[in-house]
Protein backbone atom coordinates (compact mmCIF):
# COMPACT_ATOMS: atom_id res chain seq x y z
CA UNK A 1 0.00 0.00 0.00
CA UNK A 2 1.05 3.50 -0.45
CA UNK A 3 2.07 6.22 1.97
CA UNK A 4 0.00 8.55 1.82
CA UNK A 5 0.48 12.32 3.55
CA UNK A 6 -2.08 14.52 5.65
CA UNK A 7 -0.83 17.85 6.31
CA UNK A 8 -2.74 19.99 8.63
CA UNK A 9 -1.66 23.56 8.83
CA UNK A 10 -2.44 27.05 9.85
CA UNK A 11 -0.35 29.92 10.53
CA UNK A 12 -2.93 30.73 13.61
CA UNK A 13 -3.03 29.39 16.97
CA UNK A 14 -5.61 28.25 18.57
CA UNK A 15 -8.26 27.63 15.09
CA UNK A 16 -7.90 23.38 16.09
CA UNK A 17 -5.10 22.22 13.85
CA UNK A 18 -4.46 19.59 16.70
CA UNK A 19 -8.34 19.14 17.47
CA UNK A 20 -8.31 18.26 13.97
CA UNK A 21 -5.40 16.05 13.25
CA UNK A 22 -6.27 14.01 16.40
CA UNK A 23 -9.50 12.82 15.03
CA UNK A 24 -8.59 12.31 11.31
CA UNK A 25 -5.94 10.08 12.20
CA UNK A 26 -7.77 8.15 14.86
CA UNK A 27 -10.91 7.62 12.17
CA UNK A 28 -8.14 6.34 9.93
CA UNK A 29 -7.01 3.76 11.73
CA UNK A 30 -10.54 2.70 13.02
CA UNK A 31 -11.04 2.16 9.36
CA UNK A 32 -7.81 -0.11 9.19
CA UNK A 33 -4.96 1.97 8.18
CA UNK A 34 -2.15 1.68 9.98
CA UNK A 35 -1.38 5.53 10.88
CA UNK A 36 1.51 7.80 12.23
CA UNK A 37 0.51 11.12 13.26
CA UNK A 38 3.80 13.18 13.33
CA UNK A 39 3.07 16.60 15.95
CA UNK A 40 5.02 19.26 14.68
CA UNK A 41 3.78 21.76 16.91
CA UNK A 42 6.46 22.56 19.76
CA UNK A 43 3.42 22.42 22.32
CA UNK A 44 3.26 18.84 21.99
CA UNK A 45 -0.71 18.88 22.27
CA UNK A 46 -1.13 15.61 20.14
CA UNK A 47 0.48 13.70 22.63
CA UNK A 48 -1.94 14.90 25.51
CA UNK A 49 -4.77 14.75 23.14
CA UNK A 50 -3.75 10.95 23.53
CA UNK A 51 -3.00 10.37 26.91
CA UNK A 52 0.49 10.51 26.27
CA UNK A 53 3.57 12.78 26.81
CA UNK A 54 5.06 15.25 25.05
CA UNK A 55 8.48 13.57 23.53
CA UNK A 56 11.29 15.20 21.32
CA UNK A 57 11.00 12.57 18.30
CA UNK A 58 10.01 15.58 15.99
CA UNK A 59 13.01 17.05 16.92
CA UNK A 60 14.97 13.76 15.73
CA UNK A 61 13.22 13.17 12.63
CA UNK A 62 13.87 16.96 11.65
CA UNK A 63 17.30 17.14 12.21
CA UNK A 64 18.98 13.40 12.16
CA UNK A 65 18.88 12.94 7.96
CA UNK A 66 17.71 9.56 6.75
CA UNK A 67 20.34 6.98 6.89
CA UNK A 68 18.89 3.34 7.93
CA UNK A 69 20.97 3.74 11.19
CA UNK A 70 19.16 7.40 11.96
CA UNK A 71 15.94 6.23 10.77
CA UNK A 72 16.34 3.45 13.26
CA UNK A 73 16.57 6.14 16.04
CA UNK A 74 13.92 8.13 15.28
CA UNK A 75 11.45 5.04 14.86
CA UNK A 76 12.07 3.89 18.19
CA UNK A 77 10.74 7.44 19.38
CA UNK A 78 7.09 6.68 17.89
CA UNK A 79 4.64 5.68 20.74
CA UNK A 80 1.64 3.78 20.27
CA UNK A 81 -1.15 5.38 21.51
CA UNK A 82 -3.06 2.55 23.28
CA UNK A 83 -5.72 2.65 19.90
CA UNK A 84 -5.46 -0.24 17.32
CA UNK A 85 -3.46 0.96 14.29
CA UNK A 86 -2.38 4.47 15.27
CA UNK A 87 1.23 5.77 16.29
CA UNK A 88 2.42 8.75 17.46
CA UNK A 89 5.83 10.51 16.66
CA UNK A 90 5.41 13.07 19.77
CA UNK A 91 6.84 16.86 19.89
CA UNK A 92 7.35 18.99 22.69
CA UNK A 93 9.56 22.57 23.23
CA UNK A 94 12.95 20.91 21.28
CA UNK A 95 11.07 21.29 17.89
CA UNK A 96 11.29 24.95 18.14
CA UNK A 97 15.14 24.32 18.40
CA UNK A 98 15.07 22.54 15.19
CA UNK A 99 15.67 25.84 12.59
CA UNK A 100 18.85 26.33 14.43
CA UNK A 101 20.34 23.05 14.18
CA UNK A 102 19.59 22.77 10.32
CA UNK A 103 21.16 25.88 10.14
CA UNK A 104 24.53 25.10 11.94
CA UNK A 105 24.03 21.94 9.32
CA UNK A 106 23.76 24.00 6.35
CA UNK A 107 20.33 23.11 5.75
CA UNK A 108 17.90 25.75 5.06
CA UNK A 109 13.95 24.74 5.92
CA UNK A 110 13.76 24.22 2.40
CA UNK A 111 15.91 20.89 2.97
CA UNK A 112 12.77 19.58 4.58
CA UNK A 113 10.83 20.30 2.03
CA UNK A 114 12.91 18.73 -0.09
CA UNK A 115 13.36 15.63 2.03
CA UNK A 116 9.64 14.81 2.00
CA UNK A 117 9.63 15.57 -2.27
CA UNK A 118 9.04 11.96 -2.60
CA UNK A 119 5.97 11.45 -1.61
CA UNK A 120 4.78 13.86 -3.42
CA UNK A 121 5.10 11.90 -7.03
CA UNK A 122 0.56 12.76 -7.78
CA UNK A 123 1.28 16.16 -6.70
CA UNK A 124 0.53 18.12 -3.79
CA UNK A 125 -3.43 18.32 -3.25
CA UNK A 126 -4.86 21.18 -0.89
CA UNK A 127 -8.20 21.29 1.17
CA UNK A 128 -9.69 24.29 2.94
CA UNK A 129 -11.52 23.25 6.47
CA UNK A 130 -13.14 25.78 8.73
CA UNK A 131 -13.85 25.28 12.22
CA UNK A 132 -15.60 26.81 14.99
CA UNK A 133 -18.95 26.73 12.42
CA UNK A 134 -21.49 28.45 14.09
CA UNK A 135 -24.74 29.34 12.63
CA UNK A 136 -26.20 31.78 15.11
CA UNK A 137 -23.66 34.12 14.18
CA UNK A 138 -24.77 35.98 10.69
CA UNK A 139 -20.72 36.71 10.17
CA UNK A 140 -20.13 33.19 10.62
CA UNK A 141 -22.83 32.04 7.73
CA UNK A 142 -21.61 34.95 5.42
CA UNK A 143 -18.27 33.86 5.36
CA UNK A 144 -19.07 30.45 4.75
CA UNK A 145 -20.99 31.47 1.63
CA UNK A 146 -18.54 34.16 0.49
CA UNK A 147 -15.45 30.87 0.81
CA UNK A 148 -17.49 28.70 -0.95
CA UNK A 149 -18.32 30.69 -4.19
CA UNK A 150 -14.42 31.50 -4.10
CA UNK A 151 -13.39 28.16 -3.84
CA UNK A 152 -15.87 25.67 -4.66
CA UNK A 153 -14.71 22.43 -4.20
CA UNK A 154 -11.27 22.76 -2.66
CA UNK A 155 -13.56 24.35 0.40
CA UNK A 156 -14.70 21.09 2.99
CA UNK A 157 -17.70 20.66 4.86
CA UNK A 158 -17.15 22.92 8.08
CA UNK A 159 -16.88 21.58 11.88
CA UNK A 160 -18.97 22.70 14.25
CA UNK A 161 -18.05 24.63 17.30
CA UNK A 162 -18.18 22.11 20.58
CA UNK A 163 -17.58 21.63 23.79
CA UNK A 164 -16.61 18.58 23.34
CA UNK A 165 -13.73 19.26 21.38
CA UNK A 166 -12.06 21.40 24.10
CA UNK A 167 -12.93 18.66 26.58
CA UNK A 168 -10.91 15.97 24.17
CA UNK A 169 -7.62 17.24 24.70
CA UNK A 170 -8.23 18.13 28.51
CA UNK A 171 -8.93 14.16 29.13
CA UNK A 172 -6.78 12.53 26.55
CA UNK A 173 -9.42 10.97 24.36
CA UNK A 174 -10.88 11.55 20.80
CA UNK A 175 -13.60 12.71 20.36
CA UNK A 176 -14.38 9.21 18.74
CA UNK A 177 -14.13 8.32 22.78
CA UNK A 178 -15.68 10.79 24.36
CA UNK A 179 -18.60 11.53 22.36
CA UNK A 180 -19.02 9.32 19.47
CA UNK A 181 -22.52 10.42 18.63
CA UNK A 182 -22.26 13.75 18.75
CA UNK A 183 -22.69 16.43 15.86
CA UNK A 184 -18.75 16.95 15.87
CA UNK A 185 -17.82 13.29 15.82
CA UNK A 186 -20.49 12.73 13.09
CA UNK A 187 -18.54 15.93 11.13
CA UNK A 188 -15.29 14.43 11.67
CA UNK A 189 -16.13 10.67 10.32
CA UNK A 190 -17.43 12.42 7.42
CA UNK A 191 -13.93 14.27 6.89
CA UNK A 192 -12.53 11.12 7.43
CA UNK A 193 -14.15 9.40 4.96
CA UNK A 194 -13.94 11.73 2.22
CA UNK A 195 -10.13 12.13 3.14
CA UNK A 196 -9.66 9.09 2.42
CA UNK A 197 -11.62 8.74 -0.66
CA UNK A 198 -9.70 12.02 -1.82
CA UNK A 199 -6.39 9.84 -0.77
CA UNK A 200 -7.49 6.71 -2.74
Same mark, same amino acid.
Not at 44 to 71: I, V, Y
Not at 129 to 150: I, K, S, V, Y
Given at each position: ????????????????????????? @??????? &? @?????????????????????? $?? /? %? @??????????? !????????? %??? &????????????????????? /?????? $???? +????????? *?????????????? #??? !????? +????????? $?????? @????? #??????? *???? %? +?????????? +???? #??? &??? !????
Amino acid at each position: MTTKVICIAGQKGGVEKTTTAVPLA @HGRSQKG &R @HTLLVDLDPLGQCASALDLSPE $SG /A %F @HLLTMGTTPQK !NTFVESRMC %FSG &RQGLYLLPGDQQTMAAQTVLN /AQDKPI $SWIR +ESIQRFFKD *GLHLRILLTFRDEQ #LPE !NNATL +EHLGERLGD $SLLPPI @HRSPL #LRACIAE *GRSI %F +ELGPLCRAAR +EYQA #LTG &RVM !NFQG
